[in-house]
């Protein structure tokens, strides 16, 4: 542990946010342009520091080196699921009854919107090893978390794996499936409900939905399916519930971490998966943010123009912060 004393001058120059510290105001002014720190950042609920991730928060808490005085409160009066803090251990006794899901855990209705459904797809093989993905089965749920649209696909190229193990799926459930392209207009009369695609605009999606699940771009393109990237909730490619070296967590791991139940433990059902994506975006879009979000577009943008640098360097840390914005749009904005 580093036991020197702190000078006024890098304690002037230490950043609001994640609370480094820097010799010169200008290098505090560099990191504030590149980190994007915002309010929509995980926060220690013990000593306020922002972390870029759940993943960074954890570590923090309960990792291998957590902060020892974060560690110590959060080990009382923590959940390590939602990883906030609470008043006094009974608090989070009570509060992890309903923050900890199980398979068969109704959905808080007052959280339901209706805005939203959320797609899985399960492969089977094609090609001489058995290694190309050929779509064969695709659910589609709603908030409440009731099926909207579930069938067999017939592949359109011959099958060499079925991957029973994985999939469940045997020859005789495709041999009369629906062929992708009637699969392929259902869903994107769900999608679209009604909302011709090029109507569609960033925050005014009129009748559309957002589409919720975890590696989105490989099943819309199995699927042989297009949709804006502005409708589209990820879980695989969320900022926050990503790891810290910025790779995708599995849905499996995300559902354990942040849901508190297992899932794809056997043969897996994409209908499990729908729902655990779903939870996981309500869960993200329910944060509890501030409004004055001084961009709310969630693009890469802040205010620290070149031409600001005299300027910028006599303001306290404080006040850089309250001009940085997020590089990501935020789920809580949904609302």
Not at 46 to 63: A, D, T, W
Not at 134 to 156: H, M, S, W
Not at 214 to 226: I, K, N, P, S, Y
Not at 263 to 292: N, W
């Amino acid at each position: 542990m580093d036991t020197r004393k702190e000078s006024s001058e890098t304690l002037r120059n230490k950043c609001a946010a994640c609370y480094r510290q820097y010799n010169r105001m200008e290098h505090l002014v560099e990191h504030m342009k590149v980190n994007y720190h915002s309010v929509h950042e995980p926060r220690c609920g013990v000593c306020g520091k922002h972390c870029r991730s759940f993943e960074s928060l954890r570590e923090h808490l309960i990792g291998p080196l957590p902060k020892v005085e974060c560690a110590r409160v959060f080990s009382v009066r923590g959940c390590s699921i939602c990883l906030n803090i609470f008043d006094s251990n009974a608090a989070v006794r009570y509060h992890r009854a309903a923050c900890q899901y199980t398979r068969a855990a109704p959905m808080p209705m007052g959280s339901i919107t209706g805005r939203a459904v959320s797609l899985a797809c399960k492969m089977v093989g094609g090609g001489s090893d058995g290694s190309v993905d050929l779509c064969a089965r695709v659910c589609l749920t709603g908030e409440d978390e009731n099926v909207i649209f579930q069938t067999y696909v017939k592949p359109t190229a011959p099958v060499t794996n079925y991957r029973y193990e994985v999939t469940g799926i045997r020859p005789e459930y495709l041999r009369d499936a629906m062929p992708l392209k009637i699969a392929q207009r259902r869903i994107q009369e769900i999608l679209c409900n009604g909302e011709p695609l090029w109507k569609l605009r960033p925050r005014s999606y009129g009748r559309a939905k957002i589409l919720v699940g975890h590696g989105l771009d490989h099943d819309l393109e199995r699927l042989g399916l297009e949709y804006p990237a502005f409708m589209i909730r990820d879980t695989a490619k969320y900022p926050p519930l990503m790891k810290t070296s910025k790779l995708s967590n599995s849905l499996k791991y995300l559902t354990q971490a942040y849901l508190g139940y297992d899932i794809q433990t056997g043969i897996q059902d994409p209908y499990e998966d729908c729902v655990a994506a779903m939870r996981l975006y309500i869960r993200m879009r329910s944060q509890a943010h501030p409004r004055d979000y001084n961009s709310g577009s969630g693009e890469a943008q802040n205010n620290y123009p070149a031409w600001r640098q005299r300027e910028l360097e006599r303001m306290s840390p404080e006040e850089l912060l309250a001009l940085s914005a997020s590089d990501y749009y935020c789920w809580c904005l949904d609302y």
